[in-house]
């Protein structure tokens, strides 16, 4: 059992196979963060608890003799309001009396084998498929209460030992007869009293999402977040805290991930006395949730994970959870499609036979599978028209659907089509029989984006219409994927069903409709895959991951510009959710101009396809190759380990990746030069993860190493690299296989 209690000094140890994280109930019942971290054997680490009588930072009433325990400056599992700790909380609400006072203790726990689930919200799979067994994951649920306005918080604990993942949430229940007005409703709280830490996120744009940013923690509150309605380009719902001297590969680093979709919210603080506080949950801003008497709110769950192994022991502790645990396991070992999708070959300009000829040639080149994007419904001609009317246009698609699909599916190729299902155009059949269905304020013209509006997800009869309109075009021609799109961010968060007193719901209840509408296709059609996109990668997140198996990454396919989103997505989310195209050169995005082959070596880190008109280019042999590579490493890439060699904080001439498998059989190397100069370095680099005792052979050359070698002596990627195309290319790129020999 991973989860232990000492009754006597009542302590709760969670251990994992690398970490340990340690809670502990004080005299009065207050829950305190004893410890996360390395293990520490079987100590108790109740002896860190140096609190002293601090000015101006008071007591508890029922223990104020004890003038050194205070709120203020306890390290706590998750904080109050309005009754002395004057950092961040956790929790923010007002009582049917008016007060805004919250203090929460100690009352009761329960310890079981398996994982806790959640209603309505995605979660961390405590079982799936037979990836993960079920006694390798215990819960800890903790209830505490306030007695005085009769409110419950039940804190879960799902630790998974193999995996060194710990996930929490909070369950916020009404307990009495006073109704509750929850104005900030956090999924979790940590102290770190003695940490001296830097705070990693990814931030980013359209079209440059996840960028690495790395930051020291001060005397400040430092905020991470969205309230976009989405996860955003703009600050993805991950985070890191990293000692100030931890690096890539050594070094104590701490991940804390949501797994929500929408507005969310890490606040980061550090306090007077240098102890460092991360809250994190659903943002609160435009957020109130009226709680009646017996009602529950869940906060989203969190994946916290540590590792003493630097940033890619932290990723590759990340990829490990995702890929076995969030992602559904039907994908574990099944080889994703490689695709073509139609975007930036024809935008909105295609007819049946534009399609046709390019599924024709798509099928001679072993493509998989074929994605019709953006423009097949409605009166969908550009942006300014159509979304929310889900039926074909069949002025642009005699035969409809079915004939594309059925002649993709005659060529041997699979079929897949685009859907944007959250959104819809004024100028749509749709808003013209339903504008209320829009999120707007009353009395206000809404705010427009891309000329759309967004739908009201917290409608049963909105995600019903969605539903029965998809459910309808799913039926009607053999579709095996699906792109979901999500194209703007909300704004407006208004519902006309909603009385005023509950609008602070909306937001979320946006986010449940998605998941919940989500759910119900995929229950209606278990063999469709879906892929999620919003503008790019503004959605990437474990909450969509656990419905979607891949996420488009970006819309820059720029491979240059797409080393650092693909990068920064790597520090929480595996090669195997990344969707990654090789598309045109020049750029559409950037008009910079690349070669093929380093087009390919970017997407192959991904799930692989292709985003461009196959039948103008004339790189067919090329084509095929990269296919046949990508099935090569498929498995490399998608279950093995993922270390960043040359990272791109490095500011060095080239970026360096590698693959590893778990068995460390073989592995390969990825490098892409971004700063062509004259009289070239050679670049070099050191490998990670490789058995030490091991020799490896360099399949390109035949050359022999040993893994400790190549890990302390490092690799130069010289001559036979540089005879084969080095100096030709404009952006080069080099792949390095190494396979172990028995
Ligand atoms: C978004 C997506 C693109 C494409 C367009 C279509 O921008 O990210 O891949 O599907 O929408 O409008």
Partial sequence: MS???????????????????????????????????????????????????????????????????????????????????????????????????????????????????LQKLPYVRGKNGNLAKDEDVDTLEIVLEDPVIKLEVKLCYGVFESKDVITRTAIIKNAGEMSICLNKASSMAIDFPYADFDLIHFQGKHCNER????????????????????????????????????????????????????????????????????????????????????EEFTAPEMILAFSDAGLNGLSNIYHDIIRENVIDAKYYDVKRPVLINNWEATYFDFDDDKIKKLIDKSSQLKIDMFVLDDGWFGERNNDDAGLGDWFVNENKLKGGIKEIADFANSKGMRFGLWFEPEMINENSDLFREHPDWALKDPGRNPMISRNQLVLDMSRTDVQDYLFESISKILDSANIQYVKWDFNRSVANVYSSVTGYEDQG???????????????????????????????????????????????????????????????????????????????????????RITSFKTRGIVAQSGTFGYELDVTKIDNDDEIRAQIEAFHKYDKLMHHGNYYRLKNECNKDFFTAWSFVAKDRSEALVNLVVK????????????????????????????????????????????????????????????????????
């Fill in 3 to 117: 989860i232990r209690f000492d009754k006597e000094q009542r302590v709760f140890c969670l251990t994992t196979n690398n970490s340990e994280y340690q809670i502990g109930i004080n005299e009065i019942g207050i829950l305190k963060h004893l410890y996360y971290g390395a293990p520490v054997g079987q100590s108790n680490m109740n002896y860190l608890d140096s609190s002293s009588d601090r000015a101006l930072s008071g007591n508890p009433y029922d223990n104020r003799v004890k003038r050194d325990m205070s709120h203020d400056t306890l390290p706590q599992e998750y904080t109050t309001n309005n009754v002395g700790d004057y950092r961040i909380g956790s929790i923010q609400l007002q009582s049917e009396n008016g007060s805004f006072s919250c203090d929460l203790r100690y009352s009761r726990h329960s310890i079981k084998k398996g994982k806790y689930t």
């Fill in 211 to 294: 960028q690495f940013e790395r930051e020291a923690i001060n005397h400040d509150i430092i905020t991470v977040s969205s309230k976009r309605g989405m996860s955003s380009h703009h600050n993805n719902p991950f985070v890191i805290l990293a000692d100030r001297t931890a690096t890539e590969n050594t070094g104590e680093v701490f991940g804390f991930m949501m797994m929500y979709s929408g507005n969310h919210k890490f606040e980061i603080e550090k306090d007077s006395l240098d102890s460092i506080r991360l809250v994190a949950g659903i943002n609160d801003t435009n957020f109130n949730w009226n709680l009646g008497a017996g």
């Fill in 505 to 591: 719901k909306i937001s979320h209840k946006f986010i449940l409709g998605t998941y919940s509408l989500l759910s119900r296709l995929l229950d209606r059609f278990p063999d469709l895959m879906i892929e999620g996109c919003a503008g790019g990668g503004g959605r990437f997140d474990a909450g969509m991951l656990f419905y979607c198996p891949q996420i488009w990454t970006s819309d820059n396919t720029d491979p240059i510009a797409r080393l650092s989103i693909q990068e920064g997505t790597s520090y929480g989310y595996p090669a195997c959710a990344m969707g990654a195209h090789v598309s045109a050169s020049p750029n559409h995005q950037t008009g």
């Fill in 675 to 742: 700063n062509k100069e004259a009289n070239q370095k050679i670049p070099f680099v050191k490998l990670i993860g490789l058995d030490a005792d091991k020799e490896y052979r360099l399949e390109e050359t035949g050359e022999k190493f040993s893994g400790q070698a190549l890990m302390n002596g490092g690799f130069a990627f010289s001559n036979y690299f540089i005879r084969n195309g080095y100096f030709e290319n404009i952006y080069p790129s080099m792949q390095a296989h190494f396979i172990g020999e028995d």
